[in-house]
C-alpha cells in the first residue's frame, strides 16, 4: 500500500530498520572494542571497609560497576590494612585495597608490588588533644610523656602523628602510642582518659569534634592540611597488586579501574540523599547525620579520576624514610610502585 505522499511502508520500515542500526553500531563497537579480563573471578582483600577511606570501592561494588566489567568479585575484609596487605602478599588474595605506601615498604623487602588506581589523595586523619585531659594545651611540645592513640603503629595516623610531633622536636620515644584499630576501642579509650590526644580517622574525630571533646591540631583530611603536614600530596588508598600479576592479567587490572574510577565518577555529584541510599545500612554506625558530616569532612580526601598525584610517591617514600631509618629514599625506585596507565584510560572513557 501506498501513502498519499507517496512514501511506502516497507520504505519506511527500511529506513527505521537503517536508522536504528546506525543508533547501535557504535555502542557494539564500543562493546567489542572492551576487552575482557583475563580472569573474571577475584578475590580482594581490604582492611575496613566500612571505613569512608574505602567509599569509592564500596559504591562500586553497590552500584554493580564490578558486574558491568565482566567481573565477579569477592571482597574480604581484614580489619586492618597490614593484614589485607599480608593477605595479598601471601597468594590468599589476588588484589589489595590499602594504602599505598605499603607498596614502598614492599619493595623495601624485595617484594614487587605496583599500584594501579587510587581511592583517597589524602590519608584523612584529623590529629587532636583532649580537652578534659590537657585544658592548659599551647602547644605540641605540652605532649611529652603523654599517650598518643593510633589506629596501628606504622599506620598513616601514626605517621602523621609522627610528623606533627617531630616539628616541634618531640621524638616517638618521647610520647606511648596505643593502638585503637577499632572505632569502638578509640571512643571508649577516649571517654576512659586513658590517652591524652589521639590521630585517628572519621567518623571517630567528627564524633569527638561534635561533642566538643577535642581540640583538633593538624589534620590530613584536606588537600592544604595533608601539604601542611607531610610537605607535599601524600596519596593514600588504592588498589594494587603484585608486579607479575598486572602484566600477566591487563585487562583484568583495567576492568578493576574502570569500576573504581567510574565509582569515582558518581561520588563527584553524589548527594547525601545519594550517599545514605547506597551505602550499607550497617556502615552508618546507627547515626545517618554523623556519617554525612563524616563525610563532608574528608570528600575532598576522595580522588578524583584514580590518578596517582604528582610527587605522591616521593612524599610517602619521605614520610616513611622519616620513620624507618633503615629505607634509603635513593636505593628505592619508586617509578615500580605505580602506574597511572589503567586510570588513565578509565579516565578517558568516564570524563573523569
Known amino acids: 500500500m501506498t501513502r498519499p505522499d507517496g512514501i511506502s511502508r516497507r520504505y519506511l520500515g527500511k529506513a527505521g530498520l537503517l536508522l536504528a542500526t546506525s ?3 557504535p555502542v557494539l563497537q564500543a562493546q567489542s572494542n572492551r576487552r575482557k579480563p583475563e580472569r573474571t573471578r577475584i578475590v580482594m582483600a581490604v582492611g575496613g571497609k566500612a571505613s569512608l577511606g574505602y567509599l569509592p570501592l564500596t559504591i562500586s561494588e553497590q552500584l554493580g560497576y564490578f558486574k558491568a566489567e ?6 574480604n575484609d581484614f580489619g586492618t590494612d597490614a593484614a589485607a596487605s599480608q593477605a595479598v602478599v601471601s597468594g590468599a588474595a589476588d588484589v589489595c585495597s590499602g594504602t599505598f605506601v605499603k607498596t614502598i615498604e614492599l ?9 594501579f588506581v587510587m581511592q583517597a589523595r589524602t590519608p584523612k586523619i584529623a590529629f587532636g588533644v583532649s580537652v578534659r585531659n590537657m585544658p592548659h594545651y599551647k602547644n605540641v611540645a605540652n605532649l611529652k610523656g603523654r599517650k598518643i592513640g593510633v589506629a596501628m603503629l606504622g599506620s598513616a595516623s601514626y605517621f602523621t602523628a609522627g610528623l606533627v610531633l617531630a616539628r616541634f622536636d618531640v621524638k616517638p620515644s618521647d610520647v606511648t602510642f596505643i ?5 569502638s576501642s578509640a571512643l571508649a579509650a577516649w571517654r576512659s582518659g ?3 590526644a589521639i590521630s585517628h580517622t572519621d ?14 591540631i593538624a589534620e590530613t583530611r584536606t588537600l592544604k592540611g595533608t601539604i601542611d ?3 607535599g600530596p601524600m596519596p593514600s588508598t588504592c588498589l594494587y597488586s603484585a608486579g607479575d600479576f598486572i602484566q600477566k592479567n591487563p585487562n583484568t587490572c583495567q576492568a578493576l579501574t574502570n569500576a573504581i574510577v567510574h565509582g569515582l565518577k558518581w561520588l563527584q555529584t553524589a548527594g547525601p540523599g545519594d550517599i545514605l541510599k547506597t551505602v550499607p545500612e550497617s556502615y552508618l554506625l546507627g547515626d545517618r547525620a554523623l556519617y554525612l558530616a563524616s563525610f563532608d569532612q574528608v570528600r575532598e580526601s576522595i580522588a578524583i579520576d584514580g590518578m596517582m598525584p604528582e610527587n605522591g610517591p616521593r612524599t610517602a617514600l619521605r614520610a616513611l624514610a622519616s620513620f624507618s631509618p633503615d629505607i634509603k629514599a635513593d636505593k628505592m625506585d619508586l617509578a615500580k610502585t605505580f602506574t597511572n596507565a ?4 578509565a579516565k578517558e572513557r568516564f570524563k573523569a
Open 23 to 25: 543508533m547501535v553500531m
Open 70 to 75: 565482566g567481573l565477579d568479585l569477592e571482597i
Open 107 to 115: 619493595q623495601f623487602k624485595n617484594q614487587w608490588f605496583q599500584s
Open 179 to 183: 593502638e585503637l584499630p577499632s572505632t
Open 194 to 196: 586513658q590517652i591524652d
Open 203 to 216: 567518623p571517630v574525630m567528627t564524633m569527638l569534634e561534635q561533642k566538643g571533646d577535642v581540640k583538633i
Open 229 to 231: 603536614v607531610f610537605g
Open 342 to 345: 589503567f586510570a588513565r584510560r
